[in-house]
């Protein structure tokens, strides 16, 4: 479904992106793991668009993305749920997302929103609350939620769990998980690489704006060298 085949990116003069190759197939939840700097909201950033690409080639669903403005990549079906959340906090809940629905005018929105609220039940609690006023848990689910109101087939998810209560996290993770019933592909970015490797069909470990070792994620949680270095064991 996603193909990215040595991808460059810089800022200014820095290269920070130096030829990352990975695949994400339909169906599959992929994660790239990697410490704070490696480079993984660069690399999502090039994915939806926000950030120039200085190399190599980024194809989904069969056509190339180089050239594709950021805005015209979730009517493609891909779609990225930002770091930071990047909620609008002077809407309410339901106005945001609305917003991820902009796309469209058909009577699935209201269905889309329903699905929204059933898997974040809180959300519907709070529906017609300003979003600023959310938890950051709650605004991480928001975050999701107004992304999945954009039907992506490809959701882009930045460190959905930075900075959350470990219970929520949890909570977060058990979503993400569930997004494959939905039918809905997954790429995460997380610094959590336990949390995302737990839930992951296969896994990347990214390095100073380098793919260092990849494999199905069970094979990775065993690795000695990911334990030690990633997962504290
Ligand atoms: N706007 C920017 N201008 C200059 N350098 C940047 C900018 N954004 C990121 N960088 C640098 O690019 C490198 C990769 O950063 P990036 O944010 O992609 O890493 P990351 O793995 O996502 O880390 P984090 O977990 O903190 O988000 C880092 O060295 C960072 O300092």
Redesign the pocket.
Known sequence: MLTVEGLRSR??R?E?LHGIDLHVDSGEIVTVV?A???????LLKCLSGTQQVSGGSITFRGEGLTGVPAHRRPARGLTQSP?GRQIFTNLTVEENLRLGAYLFTDDRVEKDMEDAFAMFPILREKRNLAAGGLSGGQQQMLAMARALMGRPSCLLLD?PSMGLAPIIVQQIFDVVSGLKALGVTVLL?E?NAFGALKIADRGYVMETGRITMSGAAADLIADPRIREAYLGI
């Open positions: 800022y200014g820095i920070v990697g704070n700097g490696a480079g993984k909201t660069t770091e460190e970015v610094q």
